[in-house]
């Protein structure tokens, strides 16, 4: 049996996050959330944490963020989820529907608008 | 001043607020990277979901210990449409493992665009089935490899398509034929939207309140 590759283990991502692997329901991180970090990275923190934080000087969505880690979506969201509890980084959920679930029509003509002057 | 660098990211603009979601949905080689990169402002980039055999996107580290864990990769671009709404395109492949990731990475879409390859046509067949069964709405676009012609009606007969499905044809390789899917899906959503708003908008006129 070949050595498994070292980003293949799932095993040893966990340990990124202590093992946990829920983000918490209470904090959703769509793919395309956009993250903004609200401080500098500091000595002594999580070497994912300060990468994440200094991709997101600028806002930056999750999706982005995992692929800039290497790291699967969910783990992503772990650590995302516990810079997010901490007050490090700020989150701005998509906003696509209006209250009765259907898609916002402005925001529909927003995207008809730029598609066209692309 | 910025230093420009071969791999450096295009920051978004700090007002940047409405993350928006496409997903391209197509069998293997069909030319979903190749559209997302004629539009995206950026080099597609790729990441991944990690999902028990069971299908199951990974929750608990006793499931991968339990069961083999997979790994669903998928391909995504951007583009930046105003001051605040993002659009991220994301290339997402047909198989039926991937269909058990929807609603985790997919939920929230605007809409799909169904890419065909019409010498391969029964291969959007799934696709197209799992997309109505999600109720997401949907248009096909046929990326022209040059095969023998088929009209239109053909093409929607083979994929016994809804009559209030667009379907056009497109080169994945052109910016100008790629943003005009776009336009195609962002257009069907609205008339989509427009006739579920028409329904609502008969339900309230049997309501005591007058609606207007």
């Known amino acids: 049996m070949s050595r498994p590759g070292r980003d293949d283990a799932p095993d040893r991502l966990y340990t990124l ?10 904090t959703p991180f769509d793919l395309v959330t956009l993250v903004v970090a ?15 934080l200094r991709m997101c000087e600028r806002p930056t969505a999750v999706v982005e963020i995992a692929a800039e880690l290497n790291l699967p979506v969910s783990i992503t969201r772990v650590l995302l989820s516990d810079l997010l509890s901490t007050g490090r980084v700020s989150a701005r959920h998509p906003h696509t ?10 925001i529909l003509e927003q995207v008809l608008v730029g598609l066209r002057n692309l | 001043m910025d230093s420009v660098t071969s791999d450096a990211r295009a920051p978004l603009s700090a007002s940047a607020d409405n993350g928006l979601k496409i997903v391209i949905v197509g069998g293997f080689g069909v030319g979903k990277t190749t559209l997302v990169r004629s539009v995206s402002e950026i080099r597609p980039l790729n990441t991944e979901e990690t999902m028990t055999q069971a299908g199951e996107a990974v ?14 990769a998928f391909d995504f671009g951007r583009i930046t449409l105003d001051t605040h709404n993002i659009l991220y395109l994301f290339g997402a492949p047909g198989q039926e493992r991937f269909w058990f990731l929807w609603d985790r990475l997919f939920s929230g879409t605007l809409g799909a665009i169904v890419l065909v390859d019409t010498r391969r046509i029964d291969e959007s067949w799934y696709a197209i089935d799992r997309l109505e069964h999600h109720g997401t709405p949907f248009i096909v676009a046929c990326n022209d490899f040059g095969g023998p012609p088929h009209t239109p009606a053909q093409i929607r007969e083979a994929l016994d ?28 959503l ?18 005591p309140e007058p609606a207007l």
């Open chain 1, 38 to 52: 609200e401080c500098d990275p500091v000595v002594g923190m999580q070497s994912e944490h300060a990468a994440i």
């Open chain 1, 17 to 26: 996050t202590g093992g946990r692997t829920r983000s918490g329901s209470d």
């Open chain 2, 190 to 207: 609205q008339s989509h939207y427009a006739r579920h708003g028409a329904t609502a908008a008969e339900g309230a006129l049997q309501s």
């Open chain 1, 97 to 106: 529907t209006v209250p009765s679930g259907l898609p916002d029509p402005d």
């Open chain 2, 161 to 188: 398509l809804d009559p209030h499905v667009p379907l056009l044809d497109c080169d994945a390789r052109s910016r100008e034929s790629s943003k005009q899917v776009l336009i195609t899906l962002v257009e069907h």
């Open chain 2, 59 to 72: 929750d608990d580290i006793s499931e991968v210990r339990g069961k083999s864990a997979t790994t669903v």
